[in-house]
């Protein structure tokens, strides 16, 4: 199972020189560019030993690749390796920008793990000098977006004066600032995502990723202040506990609204005391809410009637679905009452799955719900030793009865159809099909079955006088990837299993013996075989291979010779 990054993996340990052996100079350069930039957006570790660090790194444009790096293996050469769903496949700036950020992560977990004594040790510790505290102005221009600017401590207060982005990115202020501090200031450059040339250049908030908000809070904690302005500014405080979400409102004449909705009621920082309450005039609201990111919103702010400016990050982080709805406060969709039975049976469960309902008026009916499981089914021909794999997606209710049934064949996340996908598209750094994990050499016919070949399971009845479940592609998406990040670490050791294949002998017992315990212990996925399966299991002793000879009395020569093998 995927974990988080500790001090002790082994990209703390890779240098510059080792990386650059495998990917070359200019590719290097590429993925540093790219890692200090926050082109990588996530990193997890997998593996038995945590050889394998896994993450997803943003492209050039707009594409994000799920990328592997693997650590060297003993005795071999000693060098790592990487694979990408890039075009490249292997080895390429992706690879790069995934060890860099894994080592820096690494590297500065090792700097806060230093345990007790280190702790007492920073205790005692007498500074040798004081660093010169630095601050973020965040206000709103003109078009009421907020915007970020550095401001670094003077002998009168806060001074824009020396601390521009461009003499941030310059190094003007290292020695003289903390370098945690730095860091966050330089992430936050990078998530900008262009060129700084002026004293006075700004920052847009309005067009950084959802990820900010982790940064923001982490230069909090290293001393960063965030005010709204140079000369007596007030606080910015970051909250937590906004929710983000539709509303499922019954109309008069029996029509259903939805429209977009916050649920506020755990943030606390909105809780008004009377003095703040008494500042508010009657016919107007105690905040006005205003989305944070375009076109994707990912959080909103709002001032509180004594100054304060409220950050107010969505949690969990919306769905594409989320920030679509909530891109314009006006969004409505009216279903007329004629349609509400239709909308209902058809469409209420898969907008329930997509979207958090936080309001919904007892006149709309629930359908009942189901369960989304993603299948790997294992056919399996006991007497000739075949066996071969197709994947599924199952609606069940709560009964346990399934409602629908959709074949996939592959398993393939980023081109979910209502069929089997597309066998000239290649996965996961090339088309491994035909490569086994085991070593063994490839047998003719074997590998992957094309679409025509694939073995068709019994048919599914739907239970009798119940309505059809429709199917919900983005919910199918979503499980999809969880199973295809689940089953990442065991590339190494069993092969690529999201492809559908056949096995023939050895292929199908070793399947059935090593590969299938491993399936049986995921999580996002279940494991079904059809089929009498042979008890495929290690022998205790060596094999011994033994022949008899014996002749034709019918036709006595050499040739009639008859050769058994045992």
């Given amino acids: 199972m995927a974990r988080e990054l500790s001090p002790t993996d082994w990209p703390a340990e890779v240098t510059d020189e080792q990386i650059i052996s495998v990917v070359g100079g200019r590719t290097f350069l590429r993925g540093q560019r790219y890692a200090e930039e926050g082109y990588v957006r996530t990193v997890s570790v997998a593996g038995t030993n945590g050889e394998i660090i896994s993450g997803s790194v943003r492209g050039s444009g707009a594409q994000v690749y799920q990328t592997m790096v693997y650590a060297p293996q003993t ?163 970051i909250a937590s506990g906004l929710r983000a979400g539709a509303a499922i409102l019954k109309e008069s004449d029996g029509a259903v609204r939805i429209q977009p909705a916050l649920g506020t009621e755990q943030v606390t920082e909105l809780r008004l005391s009377q003095e703040e309450q008494n500042l508010v005039p009657l016919d107007e609201p105690a905040v006005d809410f205003q989305p944070i990111g375009a076109p994707a919103v990912h959080a909103f702010y709002a001032y509180k009637p004594g100054g304060e400016l409220l950050l107010m990050p969505i949690e969990p982080e919306p769905s594409n679905a989320v920030r679509r709805l909530l891109a314009d406060p006006a969004y409505r969709i009216l279903i007329p009452a004629p349609d509400v039975p239709r909308f209902e049976a058809e469409h209420l469960e898969q907008l329930m799955r997509a979207v958090p309902v936080l309001a919904l008026d007892e006149g709309v009916a629930v359908p009942e719900p189901t369960q989304l499981r993603a299948v790997l089914q294992v056919h399996v021909e006991g007497a000739r030793h075949e066996a071969s794999t197709r994947w599924l997606m199952r609606y069940v209710d709560e009964a346990g009865a399934v409602r629908r049934e959709v074949v996939l064949g592959d398993l393939r996340p980023e081109r979910l159809d209502d069929g089997f996908t597309d066998d000239s598209v290649t996965a996961w750094g090339g088309d491994l099909s035909g490569q086994d994990p085991w070593g063994l050499p490839e047998e003719p016919g074997l590998g992957r079955r094309p679409p025509d070949e694939v073995l068709e399971p019994e048919p599914v009845t739907q239970p009798a006088g119940q309505r059809q479940v429709p199917r919900d592609l983005q919910a199918e998406q979503r499980l999809a990837w969880e199973v295809f990040n689940a089953l990442m670490p065991l590339v190494r050791d069993h092969g690529i299993l999201w492809h559908r294949q056949t096995m023939r002998g050895i292929r199908t017992a070793r399947f059935m013996a090593w590969t299938v315990p491993e399936l049986r212990q995921l999580e996002p996925m279940e494991l079904e075989i059809l089929g009498e399966v042979p008890d495929y299991r290690e022998a205790g002793q060596e094999l011994v291979v033994a022949t008899c000879v014996t002749e034709d009395e019918d036709r006595p020569d050499w040739f009639s010779l008859r050769v058994r093998v045992r």
């Fill in 75 to 237: 005795g071999a050469s000693g060098l790592w390796s990487g694979t990408c769903t890039c075009p490249v496949g292997a080895n390429c700036k992706h690879c790069t920008a995934l060890l860099l950020r894994s080592r820096a992560l690494a590297l500065r977990l090792q700097d806060e793990a230093g345990g007790w004594e280190e702790e007492l040790a920073s205790l005692l510790r007498v500074p040798a000098r004081s660093y010169r505290r630095m601050a973020l102005e965040v206000s709103a221009d003109y078009y009421d977006r907020l915007t970020l600017v550095p401001l670094v401590e003077g002998k009168r207060g806060w001074n824009r004066q020396g601390a521009s982005w461009t003499q941030v990115l310059g190094g003007a202020l290292a020695g003289e600032v903390d370098p945690q501090v730095l860091e966050v200031l330089h992430e936050l450059a990078g998530m900008a995502r262009r060129s700084f040339y002026y004293a006075d250049d700004r920052v847009s908030l309005n067009e950084m990723p959802a990820r900010v908000w982790k940064v923001l809070r982490r230069g909090s904690e290293a001393g960063l202040t965030l005010t709204t302005a140079q000369r007596n500014g007030a606080a910015v405080i």
